[in-house]
């Protein structure tokens, strides 16, 4: 357990208030706007790096989930033989794809976890203040408890995001994704998933602090790793049956249920999703327009990706 004067440390005070919450300008999911307060909270400056994530295991003994290798009865029609510790690990196509699978850029790694983000032979030397990846939402949770912190609700992480702005921007910074051609933030730059310009300079993910932050002082908010929530995954709608104040304000809104967050797409498997937000280096113009507070997307809560990791929050 993280010392009583560790709490705070490297944190920024979010005093409450409200907000304008979601946008109806990109993705379905993320509407409609509405009016939300979040009470006040404490939130990590960076995602937890590398080298935070080290501590905790070097302090706790921890083993991820990509490092345990999967019970196949979870998991109905897997081979068995394939029931071996590893990641998912995102790569480059030769040409242009079919956009809608996605299977054609992510391969499931055996060997790849935390230690080695993109497979066995692959290591942290070197980018020990980079995002820690490959941790599922579980090996997050861990982390939390253990550095006496918790996981962000999806509104306390948009309205961080927004850094005290009520105007609807799109971007944590303004309306315009590279303003004067400056990039603000770690993306994917030319046609996913075959051509990446590096504009930004980074393959995959960057230090943090490589970008300036928000106006709460907040970094890498947008872009480099998406990051968990502790909410499930539920159409917007479905997260408001929280009844509003009188003034139409949502108090401190919270996510759906855990069966409603199942993926439809595979209805033997009865595994959550929670809401992941912020995008990555794989967001795109061409492919993923998600590098924005608004946006959010729906995560298994037992994968782990080479563009995933998170953040802490606290009580004020």
């Known amino acids: 357990m993280a010392t009583e004067a560790s709490l705070t440390e490297g944190m920024i005070l979010i005093r409450g208030g409200t907000f304008p919450m979601g946008s109806e300008k990109f ?20 995602p937890v790096t590398n080298r935070q994530f080290a501590r905790f295991v070097e302090a706790t003994g921890y083993r991820t989930v990509a490092e345990i290798p999967p019970d196949p009865k979870d998991y109905p029609g897997m081979d068995p033989a394939l029931a071996k510790p590893g990641a998912l690990v995102f790569h480059r196509t030769a040409t242009p794809v079919n956009l809608v699978d996605w299977s054609q850029w992510w391969e499931f790694k055996f060997g790849a976890d935390w230690r080695h983000p993109t497979g066995p032979d692959s290591s942290i030397e070197g980018l020990e203040d980079h995002p820690v990846v490959q941790v599922c939402h579980q090996d997050a949770l861990a982390y939390a408890e253990w550095a006496g912190k918790r996981l962000p609700t999806e509104a306390e992480w948009e309205f961080a995001a927004q850094g005290g702005h009520q105007d609807g921007r799109e971007y944590a910074w303004g309306n315009e994704l590279a303003p004067g051609g400056e990039m603000l933030a770690n993306y994917w730059q030319g046609m ?5 310009t590096l504009e930004d300079g980074w393959e995959r993910t960057s230090p943090v602090r ?39 304000t949502i108090d401190n809104p919270r996510g759906g249920r855990r069966g409603e967050s199942f993926d439809p797409c595979t209805p033997l498997v009865k595994i959550g999703r929670k809401v992941l937000k912020g995008g990555s280096h794989l967001c795109a113009e061409s492919y993923c327009q998600r590098y924005r507070p608004a946006a959010r997307h729906p995560q298994s809560v037992d994968t782990a990706t080479s563009h995933i990791g998170f953040r802490c929050v606290s009580s004020a």
């Open 27 to 46: 993705y379905p999911e993320e509407a409609p706007v509405r009016k939300v307060m979040v009470d006040s909270f404490r939130i990590d400056e960076t």
């Open 210 to 248: 490589t970008y300036p932050p928000n106006d709460y002082g907040l970094y890498d908010m947008i872009g480099n790793v998406w990051e968990w929530t502790s909410d499930w995954y539920a159409m917007p709608k479905a997260a408001q049956k929280k009844k509003p104040s009188a003034c139409c």
């Open 192 to 196: 996913f998933p075959f051509s990446n």
